[in-house]
């Protein structure tokens, strides 16, 4: 279920939700301590922020290098039209592929690949252009991250 847009996010889901950022690994109990309410209310407002779709999943962040694959690359793909579908059912088969966005502009999917080298890189490439809706290719390598994912970070966005 999604979050409606009467349902605003109020100052202790604020809370709720930094101190998730905060501390990922710590108790419901510690959690609760470090936001000033009882675990039983901690729980429920961690099960209404769930249950409304606020909260849509976790994970584990990774390493990517450390686990073999050095190479990174935004990849954008024009498609035919009416072929997103069969491209987002390709490309989500294809676990290399990491993330995968539907855009405006001059592309109309970007991706983000992971390889083990730009041999491997190419072999991707080929892979996700064998897709018989996509008309072209372009890819840039990433050399470094500037910036690290942080959609959590977004919370900081509701005090301004």
């Known amino acids: 279920m999604n979050r409606r847009a009467d349902q605003a996010i109020d100052d202790l889901d604020r809370r709720v939700l930094r101190a998730l950022r905060d ?7 510690e959690l609760a301590e470090s936001v ?8 429920a407002r961690l099960d209404r922020l769930w ?3 606020t909260i849509i999943g ?11 694959f050095e190479v990174q690359a935004w990849v954008q793909l024009n498609v035919q ?10 490309l989500a088969a294809m ?3 990491i993330e ?11 991706c983000r690949v992971v390889a083990r080298d730009t041999t491997h890189l190419q072999e991707v ?20 991250s500037l910036v690290s994912h942080r959609k959590v970070q977004a919370l900081d966005l509701l005090d301004l």
């Open 23 to 29: 501390e990922p690994r710590a108790t419901l109990g």
């Open 36 to 43: 000033g309410v009882s675990r039983t209310t901690f729980k």
């Open 51 to 53: 249950d409304s779709g």
């Open 58 to 68: 976790h994970e584990t962040q990774l390493d990517l290098a450390s686990m073999g």
């Open 81 to 90: 039209q009416e072929g997103l579908e069969e491209v987002r059912a390709h």
């Open 95 to 97: 676990p290399h592929v």
């Open 100 to 110: 995968a966005f539907s855009t405006t502009g001059s592309a109309d999917v970007q």
């Open 125 to 144: 490439l080929l892979a996700i252009s064998a897709c018989s809706v996509v008309t072209r290719t372009k890819s840039s390598v990433i050399l470094g």
